[in-house]
């Protein structure tokens, strides 16, 4: 019996069009419908209200173009840009320190963050914080060098968790 096509396109035709009409007979959800008037009753006065402006964590630079990732012997990233490119802190926290060099990091800062996190920003061009200010994400911290042992302007940002350097990565938004 099912052999035959136009056999099957008839059975299939006849039960699509009974699913058609039944669908239409039976009653359908009704949407509930509120008045001007009874909403003009429940409004309630409140203050505005006001979100913190700063991200919880973020990349310390605008652009993000990572030229160098976290391996063993480097225990960070490497962040591309150019001579004067703003840096900021990744999370909130408190400058620790400052270095000034022409080795190494040459210019970074230092800044202990909550839960045992501090992080390093390192070549930096120009520094604009001091020891033991507060800082939070919308703070310019810094400018982007290439001061120091730095083969081209980037940023050297490293991240420890109680004093053991951490993938930047893991603490970074996606």
Do not use: C, W
């Not at 061009?125 to 400018?143: A, H, L, N, R, Y």
Request: glycine share 8%; net charge negative.
């Amino acid at each position: 019996m099912f052999e035959s096509k136009n056999v099957v396109k008839k059975l299939l035709g006849a039960n699509v069009a009974l699913a058609i009409t039944v669908s239409t007979l039976i009653p359908q959800a009704q949407v509930a419908t509120i008045s001007a008037q009874t909403v003009d009753e429940n409004i309630v006065a409140e203050a505005p209200i006001s979100l913190p402006k700063e991200q919880l964590v973020r990349f310390p630079v605008e652009q993000i173009s990572i030229t160098q990732g976290y391996k063993l012997f480097h225990p960070g990233i490497d962040l591309d840009g150019i001579t004067g490119d703003a840096i900021y802190p990744i999370t909130r926290g408190k400058v620790e320190a400052i270095d000034y060099s022409n080795y190494a990091y040459g210019n970074a800062i230092y800044i202990r963050h909550e839960n045992g996190l501090t992080t390093l920003y390192a070549h930096l061009s120009k520094i604009f914080v001091q020891v033991d200010q507060e800082v939070t994400t919308s703070d310019v911290i810094g400018e982007m060098g290439a001061t120091g042992r730095a083969f081209g302007d980037h940023l050297h940002l490293e991240i420890r968790k109680d004093g053991v350097p951490i993938n930047p990565l893991v603490i970074l938004p996606n």
